[in-house]
């Protein structure tokens, strides 16, 4: 136990690494796991009253802490739906809490015999799952990570159909699946999903099934588990067109409520020239120190809505040497946390993220619906900051002395 508690502990910061950009579909809240009295409990941080804030975040620290696992306290758990109703993974949990119950060892049995089957049905669909021993008495996690973003209904009616025989497998319970609604309100926080490390009440580490026929043993533990984990393949959802076409056809269920949207407003805002300093390209990880007032306009955009990073660094096209997308986004954390910037997520995807307003220092707006002359406007503004911006670029590459 002491060695597998050392390799967690030594793998940590890139297990956190590995969390914050697979696992953690929301950041401003989550599970954390205490012992008081000698009983273990969970409660939802940070509590209603500052989570809107923005300072109390999802970390790497606190993932670093979760992984290392030197204190129960230390635990925490994760949403599997994002705040607007997204989810870039799903679990099915296949649990056994009490070993001593009559006939659980048939009950641990049929849980690891539904386990090996629905992991294989999912290895047929194309998919990179990993199945680990929860708890070590007969409790099983299945984990699935999605090369991005699926909306939440379809992830969670593909990962309901994959549990659909259950009964026939001879579970005793339905197993639970994360996400576990299909639809959420604006407000509404479904349980969490304990990571994977160390057990909160056993003497236990997660082990990984070992699916490669050259590796001996049919579990991996410490080190051997954790590079299984870190070496999981993000997948497509099957059949996504399919279950969208027939969603499609049926009612949307809106929002509990007098009918009027409660989730906040989101904003973009840039992130060179706008809150960190920019001087020309030095690297996509080399950002600049923190604008004056920055900070402040920040705080005060962040009391009315959620502010989500959209920046050029993440974006592979436009970058003139490879970048590692996955550590940009870490590193412009990093610095968003140094700093004390409130921030709800920070983009990654394709395209333009949905938003109800963009803040950018080389933004042009153009609204002709409310003034026919915008166009016009708009063109003069553009052209204006299309000439100084290369005029800009030929000084500076010329030390000032342009031949041009």
């Not at 600049?288 to 809505?305: D, Q, T, V």
Request: glycine share 6%; aromatic share 8%.
């Amino acid at each position: 136990m002491l060695w597998i508690a050392s390799e967690w502990q030594y793998y940590s910061a890139r297990l956190a690494d590995w969390a914050l950009e697979h696992l953690a579909n929301r950041r401003d809240v989550w599970s954390q796991y205490t012992l008081r009295d000698g009983e273990v409990r969970v409660v939802m941080l940070p509590i209603k009253e500052r989570r809107r804030d923005g300072t109390d975040m999802v970390t790497e620290t606190k993932l670093k802490r979760h992984f290392a696992g030197r204190a129960v306290s230390h635990l925490i758990g994760l949403h599997s739906i994002s705040d607007h109703r997204t989810a870039k993974w799903f679990a099915i949990d296949i649990d056994l809490h009490d070993e001593k119950a009559a006939k659980s060892a048939d009950v641990a049995d049929a849980n690891l015999a539904a386990s090996l089957r629905w992991t294989s049905r999912l290895r047929d669909a194309g998919l990179d799952p990993f199945l680990l021993d929860s708890n070590g008495v007969g409790g099983y996690h299945i984990w699935v990570l999605l090369d991005r973003e699926y909306p939440l209904a379809d992830v969670y009616d593909y990962a309901d159909s994959v549990r659909a025989d259950w009964q026939q497998l001879g579970l005793p319970r339905k197993p639970e699946i994360f996400p576990p609604k299909r639809v959420v309100d604006d407000d509404d926080l479904p349980y969490t999903l304990r990571l994977p490390g160390r057990h909160h009440t056993r003497r236990h580490f997660t082990r990984v099934r070992n699916f490669d026929p050259l590796v001996d043993g049919e579990w991996l533990e410490g080190g051997e588990a954790i590079e299984a984990l870190l070496a999981a393949r993000p997948s497509k959802l099957p059949g996504l067109k399919k279950r969208s076409k027939r969603a499609s056809k049926a009612p949307v269920k809106e929002p509990s409520g007098s009918g009027s949207r409660k989730s906040r407003p989101r904003v973009c805002v840039d992130l060179d020239g706008v809150l960190a300093k920019y001087d020309g390209w030095k690297g996509a990880e080399q950002i600049g120190e923190p604008i004056p007032g920055a900070l402040e306009f920040a705080r005060s955009l962040n009391e009315f809505a959620d502010i989500i990073i959209f920046t050029s660094r993440c974006s592979e096209d436009l970058a003139s040497e490879p970048i590692d997308t996955a550590r940009v986004r870490l590193k412009i954390i990093d610095w968003l946390d140094t700093h004390g910037f409130p921030y709800h997520d920070v983009y990654t995807g394709r395209g333009k993220p949905v938003a109800s307003a963009f803040v950018d220092d080389r933004a042009v707006p153009c609204t002709p619906q409310n003034d026919p002359a915008s166009f016009g406007s708009t063109l003069a503004s553009a052209r204006a900051l299309i000439t100084g911006k290369r005029r800009q670029a030929v000084d500076f590459g010329n030390n000032g002395n342009s031949k041009n």
